[in-house]
């Protein structure tokens, strides 16, 4: 199988991450270009990667004859654009989340992807893609769980990096859009239905800060779905072991957790502390497999032709929700997703 | 220090319990009269544990002079009585949860222990006395965590004893008030606040006859506390793995989780299912000690005179609590706790 | 069922633990006379227990007929010595581990108690007792785990409690008779077999002084059984996370395991250093409820003419066993158990 | 930094798994020949993997210049004269473990890589580069559990793939050489020490065709260290649970303990068996990365000239110590390592 050339939009912390997974880790895919606001780091990974092909504007890269598919990496108010750009100039698209920073323009977005119906889109929620997901995600379809009652999400950045998490914090789009929105993805996908009703709270326990930006440190939702599934998340900015996600699903006949110990090693340290294992520091480790899975999967769908998913719409539901749930945190009411 | 002579009303399966603890594990006091409606149960508990003091009216008991304190152990719609039986026949009292089944009525229980203010009266929450609560409250009081963001509870049957469960439901006065008001009394105890706002949901998902007692076999609900600290339950009644109760703190500085892996031993068994840990299957086994350590506890408050907690007030806040709950999950509104 | 009447010699640190149980902990019985070098030590303990049958001299226990059983909780030495004046006083006897310090003396017991078939002799190997072994027990007669491969046994005493454990050492029978005993008498019990060969290793790893009492801080050993099954132990006087036992079972269909994580608590705590497990730090709470039970049995078997197990053969095979693995060790040779 | 030319001997089952990381999985270098004695498989990967260089004759694979290192993963008794073939040509190598099948072998590898000071060889024991024991190792640098006291060592192939194991086994090279050699390398590791005296048992406790072999399904061995470490290993061939390689490192200031649970899964199952943890059922999947860490590391040695462990003598060490073992097991006897 020919290895799918793969240009880049935005090598930053996270888009160097992928731009290294392509040219280095994914077998199916190849990186042959590079785009960034920013053309000295452009340059400095396209060297490192032996990628010669370094754009300072976009639009060069999605035009580059050489370039079959483009992954962006931008900051989420360009990403529609980038979408356009890419798609008119008739590449598959691989996008980060969030889609959009506003619901309206990831309705926008879906429109651009409806244009070019022979052109592969995909929304990258990597979540779905981690091992320990894709296992219990088969369980589920196995029916070794029965039917879904409910779902609990906790995505808890650590507090050894919270001095990062507060400089990004003004222009994260807040815990909902920025942090939640994977586990609204999740629960989408792990209840199969879509919020009925929901209602969020939460505060600002220890950085005062976040009032300022009209969002909590610690938030939490709960949600009804049109199945009558239960959907409970959390959000922190500072847990004192480390970057934690953790899934629970809670079915009639048995239940999978994923995470309670987020970890990456299998080494238990005894010590006066009692038996401990110590956890993940940073969402990039602990993502590290799935970010290269979901590009796998990407490869093989533009070369089979499959449509793939996440998908444009999970992008806008997965917004819709974190909008509503911003809304109903904001107004301490309980609103329908409509 | 002379044992105290407590006398018990009711010797059901939990009473039995009680009266076992009572005569024979708690060294602070002697079991020296039972009572219960089925006179043959109260005579045959009487022969095995020793006590000759057999009577089918609780009033006997209560004006037995030997007797200084009255366990309650009988159903819920008469503890509000025997409460006033056994205080207005100057006798201490210790009265298993829930208080009673109305707000009412616990009102009613408050008048009267007020009106014996000599009176030593407890209410039988005993996962306040496990250690696993006991130490997580040290841990918790000293610091350690920081302060409280989000307390989440979890109270599952299994599904190994789901005969039973179905017989005893149409009785058991629901999830709200039979079950997860052992949540809400955690959750006030965890926070050391009050609900401001609350929504409940539920379903269900396997038992319709559920649907019947104005009920779900699942449900949940999430809170929003007078002091900004968030609390989510979540109750059911067919758990495939066994009898889980796990609650969990989350703090500013840590969080603490008890029990998520339900069980009292520590074994571990690796077989073609992995490596397993097997968990308690019925709750009496997973208090046995809470049980008695809660005694133990009532008895040093008599004969200290010291004020327990739980408390009266306790009972009714929780009561409200569970009722509101209900009420929020009938309708499927948003509730304040007044 | 009349409560056996239970004289015990000996109040120390254990001796009093026992006491406890034997007054208020396990229903079978009852506490009726003390006796203790220490008279005031055993008047104190008489005073707080309701006592009032206390003696200097154990005979004068043994021949108190209000007497029916005596527990020997006395220093090692004397092991034998009381075992010979309560049987010769007609009285049921419950011996602490080890039975004697030397195996000579072993065989003596052995005599005195062969010549009083009428009573019942029992040792206290607390540790079949644990609820965790005796479920992996009857997991494996019920064959869950095929037949066994290897026994791997851990004792370690924490080093919270170094200073006393240093203190107590020299006139402790050292690590095998005094710590491995323990292990010696679960891998027969577990192995259901003898060892064949034996080989000990260790030294002073960190506490040089143990060198002056031929004896390791550390050590270990490994043994092929009569029946080929294999066993390892290990014993170790500082473990930096709390009393470590820890047993394990190997089978050819399944393999059990023990308190890896040894505590009671339910608890995880996730701070800066993970997520840990806090571990008991003293044998006393570790086997507190196996010292009720191996006690509940005892009663059952005197009350019920049943012959106890482990009995005075399990005393003497665990001794000899314990000395030719100190003689291994000290010679560093391959050594037959005879 | 330009990418190492490798050229791979051997893509069997686990040779084609170093094929596509050093193709696909290792930034560092490129996979550009393949010889296998099966020349129609050598086809097949090549084209798979975009090789055109696909040589029957490993002498040609050798002499190719186009390739800058060899990487050897025949069978055991041919990797001495591959290790000669390729050297003579003037390339670096990589070679699988064990280094070979008697000690006279690995001594004249040791003198063909003397022949050759220039070239960079390394030996691949892999469990070294996994990502537990690297943090495990670390810890122990940097002193945070004192000195060693016991390396306990598990290995254990699981019974869900028995049918392979048995096919496998009389070409194997046994227990000890096949599978415990990892074990070998890991206590010479983690004790920074030779054995002084060993002693191995073991048996054929269900697979009785081992003893035809000379060999048991089931072995262990105790090891005395010359710097008085202890060291304790068990290897088996059917482990109920899975893929079961554990090691625990007991120090004077802590314990360290990885693997406990084999599992690449985050995932916790609550069924009727309670809560579980699946596990690896395949070495490959457990050392994948692991496999891929060493290949990376090889390829910084060869491009920066550093001498990497573990080197020939590390083969030499751990082969002496399996024949030791073997030969203790067969005689029972105690035995020195020379």
């Not at 996270?14 to 920013?38: F, K, M, Q």
């Not at 929304?123 to 029965?146: P, V």
């Not at 998490?165 to 996908?189: C, N, V």
């Not at 998908?311 to 301490?332: M, P």
Request: charge should be negative; aromatic fraction near 8%.
């Amino acid at each position: 199988m020919k290895k799918l050339k793969i240009g880049i939009i935005g090598v930053g912390r996270l888009g160097y991450e992928h731009a290294c997974n392509i040219a280095n880790r994914v077998p199916e895919c190849e990186l042959v270009a590079i785009s960034d606001a920013n053309i000295a780091r452009a340059k400095e990974v396209g060297e490192e990667l032996g990628v010669s092909a370094v754009y300072e504007n976009p639009k060069d890269l999605c035009e580059d004859p050489n370039v079959e598919a483009v992954a962006i990496i931008t900051n989420t108010a360009s990403h529609v654009d980038m979408i356009k750009l890419a798609m008119d100039a008739g590449k598959h698209v691989f996008c980060e989340k969030p889609l959009a920073e506003t619901v309206e323009k990831c309705l926008k977005a879906e429109e651009i992807i409806k244009a070019h119906p022979d052109l592969i889109f995909m929304l990258g929620f990597m979540r779905r893609f981690d091992h320990s997901y894709q296992i219990a995600k088969k369980k589920m379809e196995n029916g070794d769980i029965g039917d879904v009652i409910l779902v609990r999400c906790y995505s808890q950045d650590p507090i050894s990096i919270i001095k990062g998490t507060l400089e990004y914090a003004p222009r994260s789009g807040g815990q909902f859009i920025d942090m939640s929105i994977h586990d609204f993805d999740l629960i989408r996908w792990l209840t199969g239905s879509e919020p009925k009703k929901l209602w969020a709270i939460g505060g600002c326990y220890e950085f005062k800060q976040y009032k300022d930006w009209d969002d909590g440190d610690n938030v939490s939702g709960l949600m009804q779905m049109e199945n009558d599934a239960m959907a409970f998340f959390f959000a922190g900015r500072a847990a004192a072991h480390g970057s934690a996600v953790e899934t629970e699903i809670v079915g009639t006949r048995g239940t999978l957790r994923i995470s309670a110990v987020p970890t990456d090693s299998l080494l238990e340290v005894m010590s006066s502390h009692g038996v401990c294992r110590e956890c993940y520091q940073d969402f990039i480790s602990r993502w590290h497999q799935a970010y290269i899975t979901e590009m796998e999967y990407f490869c093989n769908c533009v070369q089979n032709g499959i449509k793939p998913y996440p998908d444009v719409h999970d992008g806008t539901q997965a917004t819709k929700i974190a909008f509503r749930c911003k809304e109903s945190f904001l107004k301490n009411e309980l609103l329908t997703l409509e």
